[in-house]
Structures are given as structure tokens and as C-alpha cells.
């Protein structure tokens, strides 16, 4: 599955996406994924950056901070756990790659609004990657079932918009089409 993130956000910087995120559960994964990462993009000059919990508060800020005045195209590589909450920043991100969904709705709530709050200035793609035949598919069919739960009890719109996107309910060339209105006005 590295394979296969490292090769989706390749082909986002050279299509021109400035900013990527991919946020992953495991140390283990982020180290892999920012040495893979760095090896593939080191020879068109894009840096990336990388943090999780095994990092000090003062490093992932750090870290952050130096991705967003990254002149050009930049990929920040980060553990949900570290990054999920409480850090801002990363409201400049074009494309987000889940790497590894979080457990809870709470953490996936909270992980999506690191890339959208106040002071967004562009739209975001966020993109789960779920394998299917993996322990991805089974968190991703355990965290459908608790979003539409919350979603029914609270009647809050986001998780089941969430629930909607995991499930891939909805009308695609809708989707696709407000996506291509976005990016072209």
C-alpha cells in the first residue's frame, strides 16, 4: 500500500498540486513513507516533511510551520494521533491522503479540520485509501457503521456526509463536476 500512496501523491506534484498531506496511523509507516517519498521527489527539489508522536510539540510545529512557507510544491508525511488535533497550519494543503483510517469518528472529524478552518484559502481533495481485502476494509466498514450511528442519533450532517463518502454513495459526476467548478473559478 506505500507503494501505491507514494505513487498517488508523485502524480499529484506533477500535475501541479502544490501542497499534499498524507496522514498515517504508525510511526513505522510514516518513516517509511517520508524515506520513499524523499527518494522519489529529492531529484525534482520538493522537500518533504514529517512528524509524529515520537517528536517533541515544539519539532511537529516545527515541522509544520516550515511545510506552509515552502515556496512551491511540498509533501508534509504525519501521524493522525500527531497531527489530528490541536496543530494548525495545515489549512494550505491541496490534496490529503488518509494512509490509514483513524478508529473513530471523532478522529476523523477532527483530522479533516486540520484542512479546513479559518483562513482556508483553496479547496482540498481528501482522499481515503482503502484496500480492499485488508485490515483497511474492515476499520473502514467499523468506522461506516459508528458514522451512520452518530449520524442518526445526532442528526449531524457531517458524519453522514462522511458515512456517504466512505460508503461511495453518491452521484460521482456530481462530485466531479463541483470539483472542476472549484478549480475553475
Do not use: M
Amino acid at each position: 500500500k506505500r507503494r501505491l500512496v507514494v505513487e498517488h501523491v508523485c502524480e499529484d506534484v506533477l500535475a501541479g498540486t502544490t501542497k499534499v498531506v498524507v496522514f498515517t496511523g504508525r510511526r513505522k509507516d510514516c518513516e517509511a513513507l517520508t524515506k520513499a517519498l524523499r527518494t522519489k521527489l529529492d531529484k525534482l527539489s520538493i522537500e518533504v516533511f514529517t512528524g509524529h508522536g515520537g517528536d517533541s510539540l515544539s519539532a511537529r510545529e516545527d515541522a509544520v510551520t516550515e511545510f506552509v512557507e515552502e515556496d512551491g510544491a511540498a509533501v508534509f508525511v504525519g501521524t493522525t494521533d500527531a497531527f489530528g488535533e490541536a496543530i494548525d497550519g495545515l489549512q494550505c494543503t491541496d490534496s490529503v491522503y488518509f494512509a490509514l483510517l483513524p478508529w473513530t469518528p471523532g478522529q476523523v472529524t477532527q483530522a479533516e479540520g486540520r484542512f479546513s478552518r479559518h483562513g482556508s484559502d483553496r479547496p482540498v481533495l481528501i482522499t481515503y485509501l482503502i484496500a480492499e481485502g485488508t485490515v483497511d476494509e474492515h476499520v473502514a466498514d467499523l468506522l461506516l457503521d459508528k458514522l451512520e450511528d452518530v449520524a442518526d442519533i445526532t442528526l449531524d450532517e457531517e458524519a453522514e456526509g462522511l458515512a456517504d463518502t466512505l460508503s461511495g454513495v453518491g452521484d460521482e459526476e456530481e462530485l466531479i463536476k463541483s470539483i472542476l467548478e472549484v478549480n475553475c473559478e
